[in-house]
């Protein structure tokens, strides 16, 4: 007699074999899935409720549909990201939701300097503020590896003037005015940044003066010599923080505010900046052996050709930057030299002369962008538009 047999059939053994065979395949490429990081645009493109990781630059907060806060922060519940660091589109954002576990660190109440760094996200690919999203995130960390260039939006223009990107959005409250009102609105602009420490200083330098023929280095502003990030420090052929507002002008020293305000500060050799000292701005006087083009005299600092229009405009800023309103002195510019502690720096006229004899180049216009998207979110007016100094100041 044959027996019968119990237990599965052959064909549910085979089933479950094919089954237990295909699994880890289906888990490798759930995991290959998952380790795809996407950019801001495709991820953007895939709003279906997947889990996605996605690497963008912090733009600011969004607070709806429209509108994302670039300054002024008043939550750590969320942050936009983009492609590029200098989108200004809300079309091109992605809202990442920011949950409990991660504000500490990424919300941008609590961290203002977040703003135009590069960061990775992993959450689920849905709406917020009915806007393309990412949401409940799972893992938050800053870095991530860039776009490729087939994938990244083209960035739009940094500003130049006239008729700069930035004419609608921030300088929106100034265009169209002259003399007081100008410089008023500008002003109001100008002062909601991020304020350093003078330790921040240097590594924001390292990035703001970095030699474009050489991210090892940076560009010394009087000497226009290139010479390694990591040789600052207070020994004779060192780099140090110049004040090109000579800190003494005013007395504000190195203290968070104007002493650290980046748009005026630059790498200079020590010697040189030591030979500069706190001398007004003019014409003339003995060749500065250390720093070619360079003239000095008693009271005064002449500056290479190259860079006469970068010190101008720093000095504008600062002139309408620090208007009194904040604890710190009102800084002006005037037509003295030799202007000591008191709050003003000469030569006003020079300066002028110097703006329109050296219109800003690609080295200025892009230390003002990372400033703004990088270290105090603000700009220098006078680079993107140099004409306003005529309209402020004749």
Partial sequence: MSSTRSGPSRLALAFALAVALMAPVLVTTAVASAATTLTVAQALAAQDGRTATVTGYVIGQPT???????SGFTSDTAIAIADAAAETSTGRMLYVQVTAAYRSTFGLLTNPGLRGQRITAT???????SHGGLKNPTAMSLGGSAPSPSQSPTPGPTGTAPGGEYDATYYASAIGKTGPALRSSLHSIIKVHTKLSYDQVWEALRDTDQDPANANNVILLYTGRSQSKTSNGGDPDDWNREHVWAKSHGDFGTATGPGTDVHHL???????????????????????GEAPGCYTDADSWEPRNAVKGDVARMIMYMAIRYEGTDGWPDLEMNQLVNNGTAPYHGRMSVLLQWNQLDPPDAFEKRRN??????????????????????????
């Fill in 266 to 288: 630059r790498p200079t050799d020590v010697s040189v900046n030591a030979t500069r000292g706190n001398k007004d701005f003019d014409n003339g006087g003995s060749p500065v």
């Fill in 64 to 70: 709806s549909s429209t509108t994302v806060l670039r």
């Fill in 369 to 394: 962008q990372r400033i703004y998207e990088r270290w105090q979110g603000n700009r220098n007016p006078f680079v993107d538009h140099p004409e306003w100094a005529t309209a402020i100041w004749g």
């Fill in 123 to 129: 959450g689920t690919l849905t709406a917020y503020f």
